[in-house]
């Protein structure tokens, strides 16, 4: 076969940038100082989570380690509680509870919203898509607490009720965004193209489409991220938090009735590092839409 | 000759984006008498828009900016205007109509309603006045049953029926100028030659000067009186447009002449291109921009840049066509 | 006529829905859920004495006949009474949700109108500092724990240890007067908080919007930034805005807050969900989530009647 | 060469329009109704209309991207309309389309390479390392060079995307491209190259296309055949240089008339057609054109007009207007 | 206050605003298991016996009955003749809509209830069993046309009460709020809703209740009498710097309206008390002790306090303690004896693992008294000279025995930590937690399992699932057989029990006490009893709270949470015009 058409140029000789998308994305955020900064916070945070979780450090958080309150020492560097447990380790033990909340339901909760809400979108008027809207309805009509409770019960004794509550929640949002989303992206001609190739469904679905909805997906991880471990805090409050361990909602709702004794320190450890890793993911959450946000991104 | 309304000297746009600054515009210097239709045309990304905008300082900020050169219309500069008195300007003395009808209109209030805004912006007009003034526009632009349109939104007019309702609301303030952004290219042959026809019955009627931006030159022949060439930020060739049809001199706008695909000739094997393709706005070569592709290429076209040397009729190339 | 028909047609889409709501939640919370039994047996109870109380709750029925009861209960509008204090349970939600609602109104009101607001100012200055300063602190409300808010303002607002100024909890609403003094330090703290979160909702659907197409043509006109933003560009942003608000409104109303009703003490039905959670107390967690459903429902039909309100493009489908 | 590739017969489209409790149909979108044509192998069929008469409804709908309310599509003589998924497969092969907007119909977060490889796996051609000798062959037909295989659409010119939305449709060596509108995004340089690229491909391989255009330049450039369309229906059609040289229905001489010629000295006589562009939700009865047409008699307004040779006219050359019964 | 003014609909009435730090869910007195219903219920119905209002010990007085009661020589029948006169409030359920006399036959009636499953009774355990007839009763179908043999009005205003055994606490059980009066129209009346609507013949009636608070309002038909301070057990040593001195030979009631808060959340609390005039009496928050004491032994409140504040403190009647499940195989009794002998050694090794002075000092403003065995300090029958070794901790002791027993980190059971949701309960669970650590338990065997309403824990305890049972008791009566009875084998699960101690010889003792008057020999016999339980290694006993209550100073009181409750409430005097104020001490009675 010959090559036609030899008064064109070979393609890409003086093209500006090969970056893709993703790189272009990345090289957007280095150059976003308040995204650095917070996504070098957020995984200040993830070391602090690994040594936890490798035993590294905060391995006496269950300890009697001193007395009642005492107050800030070089011994205790954020005093202790009432009944004298070294508040730092458990502050420190916490962020790894944070992250495994805050993961697990961030990414199963988006993956499962962005699968549903895509199916959904994509069929859209068909009865799985009524299906699929009717269970978001559902679920969107029980008061969430509510709902965690009954979770909580139904699965009775079961460390990740909590998780699995949220989970069941939290997809929705993303669900009814990759929706909306999907319904705006199949009309888009490469859909169609995908068609007149005899792409299968579920390949021109999970390949073409969903990836598409990824700025969506991403942010909306980030939230839901921030909104666990947020919901964690209340839920620990009303009694239906982590099992084992340690959490910075406990440590708030401890030091609830603490605070009235002119004893900070349980909350003041918990919500400076609460509002560390919270604040720090919602910058980063910004500079990361605003990195791969495709109006800027794709102009050429 | 008149005076010029619109002097434009020098004008250079930037944007940031993520490689470097790109300068979408660089060194444009045209002027636009009362009352004239000028073409715009050029390839695609050559900056046509962008010098659109920037007349009525609409340049998107940040990431653009307007890095030099003057605007002069009315006596005064409309770089240095404040964003106040740029308002003021807008619509009342100089309009725009941009591409896409669909969108550029906003979908949620009545066709009405816009106008009546607009109306009201620049006319001291009570709002029953400023309807019938609006039904009038309407009507003047071909719209038929303005009365019953002018309470429809957006969504249920055709494309041709909303590129005049934008014509009649740029209109209806009585500019000087008129910058029509490729006003029909999404519209067939038929509407495309209404909406034409409005244009220049208007213009005539309101004694107003229009820029006509666009990429078909059976266009720009049929409705202007002068065309400027725009080849990568800069204008390569400006002249009336029977000259510049007939004896084009700068090789691009050869090029581009030739391009054209035409009826009832004979068909030809292969259509004529220019070879080669538009160079990055971030690596431009020293001389020429159009060196690269240019048959008629000098050893000096890649080492300086040429200049436009007239203002009514001249090409920025050291060795054109000969006339 | 079509609008009619469009409700009925909705309504009739509503049921499903409902079905599916009181279904799940009577499976998890009623058959799986909370055994109220041992809250009502004595300190000393015999075998006999459980089975009998088993009896009276209707615990030893097969599930199939109580969500069949269940069902009837709705159809009937006869939600039965307390499983703790024998109280009607209708009663008892005509009692708090006003309640409720009053106390919950002006915080979702204000919230959403100051994010509204914000979120414009923010748009505006979109990427300098006024912008960047509300997005700040739209993260700073977001970031802090709403249970520190609230004791927080009430430290600040209404002990002894504070400005004292309002009471610190309760509810002796008897006057307009007694209404702004018991609701102002809740209203705060429920501002403080949802004011991050919709700030930054509403700055990003008006960001979205002012990158259309109708924003530079208004422009090109010379539409002044003022109306441009509050006219042109809200009108077109209302759809989020609407779904946004319209559909925390079964929330704002029947759920009440329940932090807010338990540290401030006041009697709604945040408050009352929240007990009957903790205690099992069937009837009213059955007649809640009900309640929920329908009021999604309503609120479904009454939002799609909205968009075509706001958005003549869309047409009721 | 006067093997028939592909036929159309009576093919109608209709869109429902749904309302009431129910969601019951109460009005049809009759975006196309009742389409004949004809293309032979190795040739160009041009169609041109106002926008919004049916014309990409019609090329879908060739492709079964839609499913056809009503008529028969034939590809080699089998009926393709009737086919289920999978007997629909090896026609899928031989049929592909070039769509009008070159960045639209490129998945944005796909590799040209991944792009390219699609259809190949899909359709099990060659091993898996012919695949990737194919994919580098497909760029090259279109005139780009290998560096521009792990790239991402949005890195490409608009002409260079188009081209890779050729290379696409080319991967399965179809024998029917329908191109909708593949041109007019560009300018005409640009325009010219992919054109010129149209017309190799067309003769190296015996490709035949389909080609929908607003240009009535280029589709006298590309096409063997042009066809014009109005509210769904063909109303006239013939081979190119009988349509451009004598156009016979009204419709089409105003399209003629209108076409802005590249040429300042040349007088303009154009046809303005008055009236609104009826809506395909209810047309107008008798000859969908009658209402803006200058030469409208009683008749077309109640009778509806067939396509017929007129007198005089080439062999093929067919019109459906009552000016020539 | 500057807090929403003063109530223009209060102005000149003497309201006293009482704090309670829960809500009750029913005022049928059929359903009064709490304190916080039995605050109220024992205050809007009249009940046969009261305490009295100021002795300590605790001491009975008649109350709707004329007289203590005459007891048959062999102490089986009980015969009460009530106070004619008395009338239950007006009340639509009546008739002609005014409230009828109380008479024997309504006592009777209120009884019964409790063995009438409809009403979801509570309170049978007091008498099932001792009263004759009542099981009978109940398996006819409750029939209250028909009562029992037991339970028989004489005549309208006598009562008699037919025992099956001596049953020395009765006269106890008739001072509590189940057995309160109720009339059978109104129970009729307002059906499932009775609960809400108390229709009573005590010293107040209720205007109005939510789970917020509840407004009373004195029922002036009541019989109120002259205060006679020396007849309600005034001890002026104790009870003088009170004031309520000037309340003697007054007579009640000193308030036109009683508020009852109903405040969960301390800090709430104790911001609306320290706030002013809004509530009059509060709890001292744990976590405040140290701010707002100046001293804890005597209490003495810090000086920024004590001008405005009265301040008593008051040992708890109950204790809080851990008791093993003893069916628990892994804990308690085991087929194979020696197994049996190791868990025995297992169990005594964490009772001296367990630290009650710092439980007391963590969570009891160290003011909690710690006791051995379960005969709490508040009854006559405690012994205070009981050894303290098996409340004392000692770690290495605590491991010797298990080293000795062949315990190791490995083959230790898992111990199931049961509990409610909340701070406290974890935070008690943590630090048991570390205290069994430092006996060498790992901490992943000590498992905690939450549990979100107390129903599913009480549920668990009741089916015998759990270990270790977690929990406090309130002493229904000042009487050691209230808390004996826990161990008592015949009581195993589901009854209360819940440890399922189960000792032969345990149950005979319980079984000669619980026939005997309070004598030298019963208490032998219940502190014999308490040192088995001791020895057996069977619970981690014992800590009773001390409660600290604060009241302003313009109120005149001398409040109790215990076992008095709400008995109090109708003495309760306020700074007003009726005089009471000019004879206290003007020096006190300064606020803000
Ligand atoms: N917001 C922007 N940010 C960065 N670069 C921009 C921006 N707007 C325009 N440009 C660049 O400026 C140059 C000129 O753009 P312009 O829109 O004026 O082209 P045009 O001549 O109107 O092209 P077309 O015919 O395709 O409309 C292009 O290279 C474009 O990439
Ligand atoms: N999915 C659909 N549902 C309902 N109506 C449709 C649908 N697709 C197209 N139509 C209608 O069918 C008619 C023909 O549309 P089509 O896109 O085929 O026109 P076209 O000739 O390609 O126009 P253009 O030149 O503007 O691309 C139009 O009126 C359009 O509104
Ligand atoms: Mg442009
Ligand atoms: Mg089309």
Known sequence: MSTVAEELPAAGADDAGSASLWSKGLYKFRRDRTGMWSLAVVLAYVVIAAGVWLGFWATGWADLAGGKWEPVSAQHWFGTNIIGQDIFDRAIYSTKTSFEVGLVVAVLATVIGAVLGAVAGFFSGSWLDEVILWLMGVLDSIPFLLFVAAIAYTLQGNPYSMHIAMIVTFWITAGRLVRGEVIKLKEMEYVEAGHALGLPEFTIIFRHILPNTSHILLVQATITFVAAIKSEVILSFLGLGVKDGMSWGLMISESSQEVLAGFFNNFLAASALLFGLVMAFNLFSDALQDALDPRTVSES | MTEPLLRVRDLAVEFDTEQGVVRAVDGVSFDIYP????????????????????????IPQPPGRIAGGSIEFGGRDLVQTSEDEMREIRGSDISMIFQEPMTALNPVFTIGTQMVDVLRLHKPLSAAQARREAIDMLGHVGIPAPARRIEEYPHQLSGGQRQRVMIAMALSCGPKLLVADEPTT?????TQAQVLEQINKLQEEFRMAVILVTHDLGVVAETCRRAMVMYCGKIVETAPIEELFARPRHPYTMGLLNSIPRIHEQRPERLPVIPGRVPDLLHL??????????????????????????????????????? | MELLQYSLRKIATGIPLVIGVTLISFLLMVYFGPDKTYELVGKNPTAEQIAEVRAELGYDQPVAVRYLDYLRELVTLDLGFSDSTGERVSAILARTIPISAAVALPGFILGNLFGVLLGLFAAFYRGVWPDKFIMAAAAIGMSISFLIVIIAFQILLS????LNLFPVRGWDVHSIGDYVLYVTVPTLATVFVALGYNTRFYRSVIVEETTRDYVRTARAFGMPAGPLYYKLILKNCMIPIITRIMFSIPFVVISGSLLIESYFGIPGVGKVTYDAIVTGDQPILKAVVALTAVLLVAVQLLTDIMYRWVDPRVALK | MSDVLLQVRELKKYFPVRGGLFRRTQAQVRAVDGVDLELQAGQTYGLVGESGCGKSTLGRAILRLHDPTGGQVLLDGTDITQLDRQALMPYRRRMQMIFQDPYASLSPRRTVAQTLREPLDLHRIGTPAERDERVRELLDVVGMGPRALNRYPHEFSGGQRQRIGIARALALDPSLIVADEPVSALDVSVQSQVLNLVADLQRERGISFLFIAHDLAVIQHVSNVVGVMYLGKIVESGSASAVYRGPKHPYTKALMSAIPVPDPTRGRSRIVLEGDVPSPRNPPPGCPFHPRCPQAMDRCRSEVPVLKRPAGAETGHVVSCHLYD | G???GPDPELAGLRVYHHSADGAPTSLDPAQSATAYANLVVINAYDTLYSYKYLARPYELKPNLAAAMPEISDDGLVYTVQLKPGTRFIDDPAFPDGKGREVVASDVVYSILRHFDPTVRPQGAWLWQGRVAGLEEWKAAGSDYDRPPDGLRAVDRYTLDIRLEAPYPQLLYTLAMGYSAVVP????????????????G???????????????????????????DLAEEGYDPDTQAFTGIAAIDGQTPPFVDRLMISFITDSAARWNSFTKGNEIQYAGVPVELVDRVLASKNPVRLAPKYEARYQVVSDIEAGFVYSAFNMADEDFGYHPDPEQQARNRVLRCAMIRGFDWRRRNDSFYFDLGVVFPGVIPPVVPEFDPDLSLDSVTRDVAGAKRMLAEAGWTADNLPTMTYGSVGGVRSRQFYEQFRAWMMEIGYPREKIVLKQFATFGDLNKQWRESRLPLISAGWGLDYPDAENTLQLFYGPNGAPGSNSSNYNNPEYDVLYEQAAVLLPSPERTRIYRRMNQMLIDDCVAVTGLSRTRIAVWHREVLMYPSANIVGGFFLPFVALAGDNGILERAEPARLTLN
Do not use: H
């Open chain 2, 35 to 58: 009352e004239e239709t000028v073409g715009l045309v050029g390839e695609s990304g050559c900056g046509k828009t962008v010098t659109g905008l920037s007349l009525l300082g609409l």
């Open chain 2, 186 to 190: 999404a519209l067939d042959v038929t």
């Open chain 2, 285 to 323: 070569p020293p001389g020429c921009r159009f060196a690269a592709r240019c048959e008629r290429v000098l050893d000096r076209c890649r080492a300086e840049q040429p200049e436009l040397s007239g203002r009514d009729s001249a090409a920025a190339c050291f060795n054109p066509e000969p006339a």
């Open chain 5, 201 to 227: 013949s005590g010293p107040f009636r209720v205007t109005s209740y939510d789970t917020a608070r509840i407004v009373l309002e004195p029922n002036r038909n009541w019989r109120w009498r002259p205060v």
């Open chain 5, 2 to 4: 500057s807090n929403g």
């Open chain 5, 184 to 199: 059978r129209e109104a129970v009729d009346y307002y059906g499932r809703e009775f609960g809400l609507r108390p229709v």
């Open chain 3, 159 to 162: 002990s002894s240890y504070g």
